[in-house]
């Protein structure tokens, strides 16, 4: 895994993109066929709209396997999807202990910091993100945007 982080910084190229999708790849599974079910269910019932579906099955992972990063950071997309952002938040600090390279989260995190208005640790986590994965849409949006802001020059 430290091989794909390290070209997740390459600057040129497209291989950060290969980087990016073997990483999210390898952290889809947690090394059980029923666990890895339960991931699927859940992200695709919130694929589909249906958030309470997809915190039943999530949860049912986060019991059966709390070590399994991928999980609480899915259920923490289905929990801010029905704006519940404290139980949100909860799980993304919990995937975040777990795998604190976890880049999606900490560009969740800012997106619900920022909603939340707290802008500036929002831009922390954006640019914290950053940090590890330097090519994410979102999070040089977010900090584009927040830097703006905080300085003044937002219209």
Do not use: C
Not at 70 to 88: D, E, I, K, T, V
Request: net charge negative; hydrophobic share 45%.
């Amino acid at each position: 895994m430290d091989a794909l982080f390290e070209r997740l910084q390459q600057p040129e190229g497209e291989g950060w993109r290969l980087a990016e999708s073997d990483i999210l790849r390898e952290w889809s599974k947690s090394g059980s066929a029923s666990m890895d079910l339960l991931l699927q269910r859940g992200e695709q019932a919130l694929d589909e709209g249906n958030s309470e579906a997809a915190i039943g099955h999530l949860t049912a992972l986060v019991d059966h396997a709390p070590e399994f990063a991928a999980g609480w950071q899915a259920r923490a997309a289905a929990y801010a999807s029905m704006g519940q952002f404290g139980p949100a938040l909860a799980d993304l600090a919990e995937a975040l202990r777990l795998e604190p390279r976890q880049f999606a989260a900490l560009t969740q995190l800012g997106f619900m910091l920022e909603e939340a208005g707290n802008d500036t640790r929002a831009l922390a986590a954006y640019r914290e993100s950053l940090k590890i994965h330097p090519h994410q849409p979102e999070a040089i949006d977010g900090v584009a945007r927040l830097e703006k802001l905080l300085s003044g020059t937002e219209i």
